[in-house]
C-alpha cells in the first residue's frame, strides 16, 4: 500500500536550518507530484512547495521563497524540504503528500514537528 514516512522535524532555534525527508514506498514515485504542506497552532493548512516528477519545482510559498528549497531524489523514492533561515512562524507539523493514480488522490505522511524558538 501506499506509504508516506516523514523525518527531520525537531527543535530549532531562529535563524537555524532543518532538512525534511519523505521515504515513500507502494506508488510509483518516479511518476507523481509530491508536496510538502504545513500546518501551524491555530492555522490552516498550507501548501509549502510542490515539485514534478520531473523534478520541476511547480509552486513555493511566498512565505518561505529564498528560505526553502524542494527537491527529490527519484532513485531512493524520497523527497526532500530544505529549510534555511527559520523564522518562529515557521513552526507547525509539515506533512508530505503524493498525489497519486487517476483520478488523483492525495495520499499523506503522518507529519514531523518543527518548532522554532529560542
Known amino acids: 500500500q501506499v506509504q508516506l514516512v516523514e523525518s527531520g522535524g525537531g527543535l530549532v532555534q531562529p535563524g537555524g536550518s532543518l532538512s525534511l525527508s519523505c521515504v515513500t514506498s507502494?506508488?510509483?514515485?518516479?511518476?507523481?507530484?509530491m508536496s510538502w504542506y504545513r500546518q501551524g497552532p491555530g492555522k490552516e493548512r498550507e501548501l509549502v512547495a510542490r515539485i514534478a516528477a520531473n523534478g520541476v519545482v511547480l509552486s513555493v510559498a511566498d512565505s518561505v521563497k529564498g528560505r526553502f528549497t524542494i527537491f527529490r531524489e527519484n532513485g531512493k523514492n524520497m523527497v526532500t524540504l530544505q529549510m534555511n533561515r527559520l523564522k518562529v512562524e515557521d513552526t507547525a507539523v509539515y506533512s508530505c503528500?503524493?498525489?497519486?493514480?487517476?483520478?488523483?488522490?492525495?495520499?499523506w505522511g503522518q507529519g514531523t514537528q518543527v518548532t522554532v524558538s529560542s
Open positions: 503528500s503524493a498525489l497519486v493514480g487517476w483520478p488523483p488522490k492525495d495520499y
Open positions: 507502494g506508488f510509483a514515485f518516479g511518476s507523481v507530484i
